[in-house]
């Protein structure tokens, strides 16, 4: 685990969210300063998990193990996604990298992969 992207990804969450991370610990009734102390120890499965569920992320993109930021089921429950996804099971190999192709570039500012 990276420890300095898990700190790096709660200050963002936290700002998505409007609120310090100090607003952040004493809401959860965290230590005050415990989470810069995460960059060098590592906090419990069960922290993890509430500070996920208080920040609306997923505890795989707050240990760097993805780019995505919402949690599995906010992304299975978007109805956008359920559409593309019951289009996409008719589409023929070639159709689906046509539709991945115009979707990229029509939006090549948000497929940055860099």
Not at 81 to 93: D, N, T
Request: proline share 2%.
């Amino acid at each position: 685990m990276d420890k300095k992207l898990l700190v790096e990804r709660i200050r963002q969450a936290c700002k998505k969210e409007g609120l310090s991370v100090n607003q952040l610990e004493k809401e959860l009734k965290l230590s005050h300063g415990l989470v810069k102390r995460w960059e060098k120890y590592a906090p419990a499965s069960d922290t993890l998990l509430n500070l996920a569920n208080r920040l609306k992320v997923s505890i795989d993109w707050l240990l760097g193990n993805t780019d995505i930021m919402e949690k599995v089921d906010d992304v299975i429950n978007d109805n956008t996604i359920i559409q593309i996804q019951r289009a996409k099971q008719k589409m023929s190999p070639v159709e689906e990298e046509k539709m991945i192709n115009l979707i990229k570039i029509t939006f090549s500012e948000k497929f940055n992969d860099n």
